[in-house]
T-cell receptor, first 116, second 117 residues
Framework: AQTVTQSQPEMSVQEAETVTLSCTYDTSESDYYLFWYKQPPSRQMILVIRQEAYKQQNATENRFSVNFQKAAKSFSLKISDSQLGDAAMYFCAYRSARFGNEKLTFGTGTRLTIIP | GAVVSQHPSRVICKSGTSVKIECRSLDFQATTMFWYRQFPKQSLMLMATSNEGSKATYEQGVEKDKFLINHASLTLSTLTVTSAHPEDSSFYIC?????????????FGPGTRLTVT
């Protein structure tokens, strides 16, 4: 079974600074997807960024980028130029690429606080 | 973009009664929908996978007779909590898989807060 571990229950960063959230996972599969989701106080889950395991290039979405280390099974999220609206719970998630096994496995989350 | 709605957003019911939660994909068809449960300050735990036209697949430890799932159309799945008890109070979230995307992206509903008194 796949597991996802987020070792930082809480993180804080000064507004406009950069912060990195850690995530490690365990799987025996070679093809899969990794995601970072944001859950603000409204509780709506929002996809931040996605990484396909077969791609070596790290995904980027504006101020959000990942450091995907497949051999180390590590998938960290870097938020640049942090903004007050980035304050939320961040969940790392794993999904198999195998057809018919598309459920998401979530980590325990990291609560990010932005300091004005 | 893909939008998923849930209804109701909040519900309070008495112990022993049943409550139905709807999950709709508004602008895409979803052959597969997922139901999650989230306790305060915890992560999302998958309860079941709902496939259109077939029986749902429940995760280990989830009582299928208590949490009835029906996926009768490509845009609607329902979760019925039967004979609800206070311990069923939680935040329930659905997601729908968009088959149009190569990665089978899942889009989440806004959630339903269930309180059983």
């Amino acid at each position: 079974a796949q597991t996802v571990t987020q070792s930082q229950p809480e993180m804080s960063v000064q507004e406009a600074e950069t912060v990195t959230l850690s995530c490690t996972y365990d799987t025996s599969e070679s093809d899969y997807y990794l995601f970072w989701y944001k859950q603000p106080p409204s509780r709506q889950m929002i996809l931040v960024i996605r990484q396909e395991a077969y791609k070596q290039q790290n995904a980027t979405e504006n101020r959000f980028s990942v450091n995907f280390q497949k051999a180390a099974k590590s998938f960290s999220l870097k938020i640049s130029d942090s903004q007050l609206g980035d304050a939320a719970m961040y969940f790392c998630a794993y999904r198999s690429a195998r057809f018919g096994n598309e459920k998401l496995t979530f980590g325990t989350g990291t609560r990010l606080t932005i300091i004005p | 973009g893909a939008v998923v709605s849930q209804h109701p957003s909040r519900v309070i019911c008495k112990s022993g009664t049943s409550v139905k939660i709807e999950c709709r994909s508004l602008d895409f068809q979803a052959t597969t929908m997922f139901w999650y449960r989230q306790f305060p300050k915890q992560s999302l735990m998958l309860m079941a996978t709902s496939n259109e036209g077939s029986k749902a697949t429940y995760e280990q430890g989830v009582e299928k007779d208590k949490f009835l799932i029906n996926h009768a159309s490509l845009t609607l799945s329902t979760l019925t909590v039967t004979s609800a008890h206070p311990e069923d109070s939680s935040f329930y979230i659905c997601s729908a898989r968009d088959v149009r995307t190569g990665t089978g992206e899942q889009y989440f509903g806004p959630g339903t807060r269930l309180t059983v008194t």
